[in-house]
C-alpha cells in the first residue's frame, strides 16, 4: 500500500521519524539515495568497460533544513551519533580513520571543485543499507547528502554528472579509487530496470528485468576485508594496460583489449596480472552476454553466465571468500533458482540472485539451515526490488 510520498508505510514511519528527530525551525527536506547490487560486472567499471547494476530499494533516507552557515551537522540515527564539517579549508587529506561523515565532507569538496554553489544544512539520516556489505552503503549517501548541498537556485546536473562528481569526491577526497558504477547506479536508477552502464563515456541504458523473476540478496555477514586490496587490484590492472600498450599502440584500458590481443600479449605480463586482465576481458563480454539473456528471456545462459563470473572472481580476480562461495554453492541446489554469483568489491559481503517468483522462501530456508551449518555465521537473506535514482521526496 502506498501513500502520497511514493512510499511504502515503512518508508512513511521512517520520513515522519525522521521529521520528528530533526525539529525543524524552518522549512525542511526530505531525500533518499537507494543501495545497488551488481547483476553482473565485477572491477570492469575503472577498467572503463561495462557493468549492470540495479538501484534497489535499501536506501539513505535524509531529512534536512539548510541554514546559512558554511557547515553541515548531520545525525546518523543507525549509528546514534552527530559529526560536523565546515566548508572553509575542505581539502583531502591522509585519513587512517576514515568515517561516514568524511563522505558527505567528500560530496561537498567535490561540489566546490566541480564550480556548484554549495549550502550548509542540519540533518537526521537513517539507512536500511548494510554497511561494508558490498551493496554500496558509501554511494546512497553521497548522493543523499548531494541533494541537501545543492543550491535550489542552480540547477542540479544530470544524474551522470552528479555521479562522477560524487565518485571525485570518493576517490580524491576519501581516498577509495572506485570506479563510476555505484554512483551512477544510486544517480539514475530506473524502476523495474538493470542499468547497462558504459564506463568510458558515462551514459546507460535501462534494460528491463523479465517479468517472473525476483531479486535476492544474500549477505554472508562476514566482515569485508578489502583493506588495501581493491587499490591493488586496480595497480594490476593499470600495469596490464601499460605492458600490453607497448606493443598495441591503441591500448587506452582494458576495454580495449580482447581475447585474442590478451593472449598475443601474455607473454608480457607477470602470471598474477595476467590473471587479473582474463578475468575484466572475460567479464566484459559476460555483461553484453547478460543483456542479451535478460533480453530473450534465456534462463539456462543466465545460469551459465552468473557461474563463469564467479569462477572468474574466485580464480583469476581473487576477490572471492570461503562464505561467498559456500552461499552461492548452496543457492544453485535450490529448484528454482536461475543464477547465483558474488557481488560487489569482494572479500567478503553479498551474494546476488535471480530467482522465479516463488522461490524466495525456499532460498532463505536453505541458506539459513545450511550457511549456518558450514560457517557458523548468521547470515541475511531479504529479496529487493529495482527502484529510481536519487532524489527530493515531496512532503505535503
Not at 27 to 40: C, D, K, S, T
Not at 44 to 53: Q, R
Not at 211 to 225: A, K, Q
Request: hydrophobic share 40%; aromatic share 4%; charged share 20%.
Amino acid at each position: 500500500m502506498s501513500d502520497e510520498r511514493g512510499g511504502s508505510p515503512s518508508a512513511t514511519a521512517r520520513a515522519d521519524a525522521l521529521l520528528t528527530q530533526l525539529n525543524a525551525s524552518g522549512p525542511v527536506h526530505l531525500g533518499r539515495a537507494p543501495g545497488r547490487v551488481n547483476l553482473i560486472g565485477e572491477h570492469t567499471d575503472y577498467n572503463l568497460g561495462f557493468v549492470l547494476p540495479v538501484a534497489i530499494d535499501r536506501e539513505i533516507w535524509m531529512a534536512f533544513e539548510p541554514w546559512d552557515r558554511p557547515a553541515v551537522e548531520l545525525t546518523s540515527v543507525e549509528l546514534n551519533e552527530t559529526r560536523t564539517f565546515t566548508f572553509d579549508g575542505l581539502a583531502p587529506k591522509a585519513r587512517s580513520d576514515t568515517t561516514w561523515i568524511d563522505y558527505v565532507a567528500g560530496t561537498a569538496w567535490a561540489m566546490i571543485q566541480a564550480g556548484l554553489p554549495v549550502r550548509g544544512f542540519r540533518g537526521v539520516l537513517d539507512s536500511t543499507v548494510p554497511v561494508g556489505s558490498g551493496l554500496s552503503s558509501s554511494a546512497a549517501l553521497e548522493l543523499a547528502s548531494s541533494l541537501a548541498l545543492g543550491d535550489p537556485m542552480t540547477a542540479r546536473p544530470p544524474a551522470p554528472r552528479m555521479a562522477a562528481i560524487a565518485q571525485h569526491g570518493e576517490n580524491a577526497y576519501v581516498g577509495v579509487n572506485c570506479g563510476i558504477m555505484d554512483q551512477f547506479a544510486s544517480a539514475a536508477g530506473v524502476a523495474g530496470h538493470a542499468l547497462l552502464i558504459d564506463c568510458r563515456t558515462n551514459t546507460a541504458t535501462s534494460t528491463p528485468m523479465p517479468p517472473g523473476l525476483s531479486l535476492v540478496v544474500c549477505d554472508t555477514r562476514s566482515p569485508r576485508r578489502l583493506g588495501d586490496e581493491y587499490n591493488t587490484r586496480r595497480a594490476e590492472c593499470e600495469l596490464g594496460v601499460k605492458l600490453i600498450a607497448e606493443r598495441e599502440p591503441g591500448v587506452k584500458s582494458l576495454r580495449d583489449v580482447d581475447e585474442a590481443m590478451l593472449a598475443r600479449n601474455r607473454d608480457r605480463l607477470p602470471e598474477v596480472v595476467g590473471r587479473r586482465c582474463e578475468h575484466i576481458v572475460a567479464e566484459d563480454a559476460r555483461v553484453m552476454a547478460t543483456v542479451a539473456a535478460l533480453r530473450d528471456g534465456d534462463l539456462k545462459a543466465l545460469g551459465r553466465l552468473f557461474a563463469a563470473s564467479h569462477a572468474s572472481m574466485r580464480d583469476l580476480f581473487e576477490i572471492s571468500s570461503p562464505e561467498l562461495d559456500a552461499m552461492v554453492e548452496i543457492a544453485v541446489t535450490v529448484p528454482g533458482v536461475v543464477a547465483s554469483r558474488m557481488t560487489g568489491g569482494g572479500f567478503g559481503g553479498c551474494t546476488v540472485s535471480l530467482v522465479t517468483h516463488g522461490t524466495e522462501p525456499a532460498l532463505r530456508e536453505a541458506v539459513m539451515r545450511e550457511y549456518k551449518a558450514r560457517t557458523g555465521l548468521t547470515p541475511e537473506v531479504y529479496a529487493v526490488t529495482a527502484v529510481d535514482g536519487a532524489g527530493e521526496i515531496p512532503l505535503p
